[in-house]
C-alpha cells in the first residue's frame, strides 16, 4: 500500500511535467506558424493545459494534506508541484503577453530562446522519470547539472536579446511588448532550474554520509 501511495507522487510530478511539455511544444507550433487572428482561439488552447495541470496539481495537494507518511518530506513534495505548475503557467504567461500586446509579427530571437525552454521543459520531464529512484540514481546529477546549462544559455540570449531590443528598434510599443516577452521566456527557464533545485535538495537530504573516521576506525570501513 506504502509503493502505491509512493508511486502517487511520483506520477503526478512526470504527468505536470509533460504538460508543460506539452505546453512549450504548443507555443512553439502556434509561433513558427504565427496567425494574429487566430491568437485568442490558440490562447485557449494553451490555457486548456494549463487549466488540467492545475487539476493535477490539487490532485496531489488534497493527497498531500490527509498523508501520514510521504516518500519525501512533504514540504519538498509542495515546492516540487509548485515549481513545475510555475513553469505551464509561464509558458501559458508567454503567449498572454503576445496576445494583450496585440504582437503581429513574431521574432526570431523568440523562437531561439523558447527552444532552450522546450530542451528544458523536455531535461525536467527526464528528470521526474528518474525521481522516484533518487536514492541510487547516477542519471539525477547530470539531468540537473544540463538543466543548470541551459539556463544559463537562456539568461545570455536574454541579455543578448534584450539589448538588441533597446539599443536597434525605434517602437516603443514594439519595446514594451518584447520586454515583457522576453522576460517570460527567460522566467520559464528560471522556472526549470527551480524545479531541479528542489530535486537536489532531496537527493543532498537523503544522501547516505559515512561516519567519519577517527584514529581507531580501519581505513576499509
Not at 494583450?100 to 525536467?124: F, G, H, T, Y
Amino acid at each position: 500500500m506504502a509503493k502505491k501511495q509512493d508511486d502517487f507522487y511520483f506520477q503526478n510530478f512526470i504527468t505536470c511535467a509533460e504538460f508543460s511539455s506539452q505546453a512549450a511544444h504548443l507555443l512553439k507550433d502556434i509561433l513558427s506558424d504565427f496567425r494574429p487572428e487566430e491568437t485568442k482561439k490558440r490562447l485557449d488552447e494553451l490555457h486548456a493545459i494549463e487549466h488540467a495541470a492545475d487539476e493535477k496539481k490539487h490532485e496531489l495537494n488534497d493527497k498531500l494534506v490527509k498523508a501520514f507518511i510521504t516518500p519525501i518530506e512533504r514540504e519538498d513534495i509542495a515546492s516540487l508541484s509548485q515549481q513545475i505548475d510555475n513553469l505551464t503557467d509561464k509558458i501559458e504567461e508567454v503567449f498572454i503577453r503576445i496576445y494583450i500586446n496585440n504582437v503581429s509579427k513574431i521574432r526570431p530571437e523568440a523562437l531561439e530562446m523558447l527552444d532552450i525552454v522546450i530542451r528544458c521543459c523536455e531535461e525536467i520531464c527526464g528528470l521526474m522519470r528518474e525521481f522516484a529512484n533518487f536514492r541510487r540514481s547516477k542519471e539525477l546529477k547530470d539531468r540537473i547539472i544540463r538543466i543548470n546549462s541551459l539556463e544559463e544559455e537562456a539568461d545570455r540570449l536574454y541579455i543578448a536579446n534584450m539589448r538588441a531590443l533597446h539599443s536597434e528598434e525605434k517602437d516603443v510599443l514594439e519595446i514594451i511588448a518584447w520586454r515583457e516577452i522576453y522576460s517570460y521566456l527567460e522566467k520559464c527557464a528560471d522556472a526549470c532550474e527551480h524545479a531541479a533545485d528542489v530535486v537536489e535538495g532531496v537527493v543532498m537530504k537523503n544522501s547516505e554520509i559515512p561516519p567519519p573516521r577517527t584514529l581507531d576506525t580501519p581505513a576499509n570501513l
